[in-house]
Nanobody, 120 residues
Framework: VELAESGGGSVQAGGSLKLSCVAS????????MGWYRQTPGKEREFVASLTDDGTTAYADSVNGRFAISHDNARNTLYLQMNSLKTEDTAMYYC???????????????WGKGTLVTVSS
């Protein structure tokens, strides 16, 4: 599984960015994909997730501002980020899990991340 994020950058507070994550050697399934973020000195934190039946989940801090989606034809995961705040500044990582039958979902596979910087 290879995950390649893009779309990060610098934006002013209140602005928008759209992150992309292209997945290779991976089939989007019931275990789904997601986005996490991390700032220096802090634990990586959950941002949003999506499974193949359309079930989504969001961290409280981004609910209503961020939207996760997936394009099956492009095997690409997206994160539309609106009304960005300075506290959204972080390295954003794409994650993916694989369904392994009776063994359930795999651990997360990770991309290398894309940096989002929000200035006031």
């Amino acid at each position: 599984v290879e995950l390649a994020e893009s779309g990060g950058g610098s934006v002013q507070a209140g602005g928008s960015l759209k992150l992309s994550c292209v997945a290779s050697e991976y089939r989007f399934d019931r275990c789904g994909m997601g986005w996490y973020r991390q700032t220096p000195g802090k634990e990586r934190e959950f941002v949003a997730s999506l499974t193949d039946d359309g079930t989504t989940a969001y961290a409280d801090s981004v609910n209503g501002r961020f939207a996760i989606s997936h394009d099956n034809a492009r095997n690409t995961l997206y994160l539309q980020m609106n009304s960005l705040k300075t506290e959204d500044t972080a390295m954003y990582y794409c994650s993916a899990k694989m369904y392994r039958g009776l063994r359930g979902c795999s651990n997360n596979y990770w991309g290398k991340g894309t940096l989002v910087t929000v200035s006031s």
